[in-house]
């Protein structure tokens, strides 16, 4: 089962900033914290991951709580083609052989 | 820029039909996986691939279910005997190493099953 709790949809508008939550309570102490995100029933699409700092790429950025309990993925720009089911997932390290566990994410609907 | 992809993209056989699905991993990429997502319900885990054995599965993996990478390129998953149940979208994707660790798992668009 996932360990992460989403809500389970949210809506932005437009050129607003997205910020989806994610709660990791149970999280090791060698656990990252990995978004995907899926377009309609696309394959799912990697977005960032992180094990205790912020992290900033193209698509977005992730903030992770001191106590890695908790985090938030920030689009900062939203727009519609951003609207997806994205995914919060926590995993051993990268070389921990352990697969994605998928919970039922949250719904981001952009609203132009 | 590289991606992982899947024929055909809509499959329909007969219940009790063999299936195979084929995927084609990102050239450099050594970790391979297959995942499924039955309609309305979660991306589930199936199987994962490296260095030409599996190297982790789930329950849903069951002696049906069947994985080969027959060549240098082509990653495939064979169901024997398919059943209603089994109709669903499967997702391939693969993972490359880099210093020694597991990257991150790009997916394919995936090839929806419909089993009649």
């Known amino acids: 089962d996932a360990k992460t709790t989403q809500p389970p949809s949210m809506d932005c508008a437009e050129g607003r900033a997205a910020n989806l939550p994610c709660n990791h309570s149970t999280i090791s102490g060698n656990e990252y914290v990995y978004w995907y995100r899926q377009i309609h029933s696309q394959g799912p699409q990697y977005i960032i991951h992180?094990?205790?700092n912020n992290e900033t790429n193209e698509m977005a950025s992730l903030i992770i709580t001191e106590d890695r309990k908790s985090s938030t993925l920030i689009l900062p720009h939203a727009t519609l083609r951003d609207t997806a089911v994205y995914y919060c997932i926590v995993r051993v390290t990268p070389s921990g052989n352990t697969p994605l566990v998928f919970g039922k994410g949250t719904r981001l609907s952009v609203i132009a | 820029e590289p991606e992982v992809t899947q024929t055909p993209s809509h499959q329909v056989t007969q219940m009790g039909q063999e299936v195979i699905l084929r995927c084609v991993p990102i050239?450099?990429?050594?970790?391979f996986y297959w995942y499924r997502q039955i309609l309305g319900q979660k991306v589930e885990f199936l199987v994962s691939?490296?260095?030409?054995?599996?190297?982790?599965k789930s329950e849903i993996f069951d002696d049906q279910f069947s994985v080969e990478r027959p060549d240098g390129s082509n990653f495939t998953l064979k169901i024997r005997s398919t059943k209603l149940e089994d109709s669903a979208m499967y997702f391939c994707?693969?993972?490359?190493?880099?210093?020694?660790?597991?990257?991150?798992?790009?997916f394919g668009q995936g090839t929806r099953l419909t089993v009649v």
């Open positions: 992180g094990l205790k």
């Open positions: 050239s450099n990429h050594l970790y």
């Open positions: 691939f490296y260095n030409n054995e599996i190297s982790e």
């Open positions: 994707a693969s993972s490359e190493i880099k210093l020694g660790t597991r990257t991150e798992a790009f």
